[in-house]
């Protein structure tokens, strides 16, 4: 059937082309082509799917607690992550007068996800309590996060990829008074490779932030060198008078 729509000789020319039974096609002008498959004349064109813009990670140095566990737990900052079992940021009363600072996780601590719960953390317990303190009402963390394995000490760039944590969690706790336990925790936070037994007996500013430190030894040293447990007390006892001064 011709279409009244068409000129008339294009309307023949479909007449007799349909009378010879050859099918007729048109070049369809532009307005008659079909719609492209995706879009419909009813529907409204699909739009590429947008993309909300992702909300900007925060820094480490503006993160608050929870951010922070987070980032600690999901750290792979250093190959450390591989053979942890989790990172351990750290206990105690977030707004403690007293933070300590310890070297590193060891097997309980990696396994119980808390610092200082080994046998060199029962001799810290029992000198926090020796001056009348309980961990509870200090803050206790480490220079590293996450176990070094086979208790090593950490190497230097491990403690560079874990100081914004450290710091973090002094800016936010504030401690008046920061107790380094050992060499390592002394010499990180203080920038220094000066002995413990140089160190220990006076206070020093913190570099870079708020608070003092006071250096003394390691519980674990003086679990194997019981003789220092003298000086370890001594430095206690200045302890004991800096917080309640
Ligand atoms: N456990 C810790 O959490 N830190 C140390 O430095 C040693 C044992």
């Not at 002394?186 to 000066?194: G, P, S, W």
């Not at 570099?207 to 370890?232: D, I, N, S």
Request: aromatic share 4%; with cysteine.
């Amino acid at each position: 059937m011709s279409d009244p729509a068409l000129d008339p000789r294009e309307s023949r020319r479909r007449a007799c082309l349909e009378a010879m039974g050859i099918p007729c096609y048109l070049l369809r002008s532009p307005r008659q082509q079909l719609p492209s498959p995706s879009v419909t004349s009813q529907e409204t064109p699909v739009s590429a799917p947008q993309t909300q813009p992702k909300p900007k990670e925060p820094s480490v140095a503006e993160m608050d607690w929870d951010q922070l566990e987070a980032a600690v737990r999901g750290c792979r900052g250093c190959d450390l992550h591989v053979s942890r079992k989790q990172a351990v940021l750290g206990v105690g009363k977030r707004d403690a007068e007293l933070m300590i600072v310890g070297e590193a996780p060891g097997a309980e601590e990696d396994r119980l996800g808390e610092p200082f719960v080994g046998r060199a953390g029962k001799l810290l317990d029992n000198m926090l309590a020796a001056i009348g303190l309980h961990r509870g009402e200090v803050y206790i963390a480490n220079i590293l996060k996450c176990r070094p394995p086979g208790n090593r000490n950490p190497s230097v760039e491990e403690a560079a990829a874990c100081a914004p944590y450290l710091q973090r969690q002094l800016a936010l706790v504030a401690p008046r008074v920061i107790l380094a336990l050992g060499g390592v925790a002394a010499h990180n936070l203080l920038a220094t490779e000066e002995s413990v037994g140089r160190l220990r007996g006076r206070l020093h500013p913190l570099p870079g932030g708020e608070g003092e430190v006071l250096v003394t030894y390691h519980p674990a040293y003086l679990l194997r060198r019981p003789e220092e447990k003298a000086k370890a007390w001594a430095d206690l006892q200045q302890l004991w008078r800096l917080l309640h001064e």
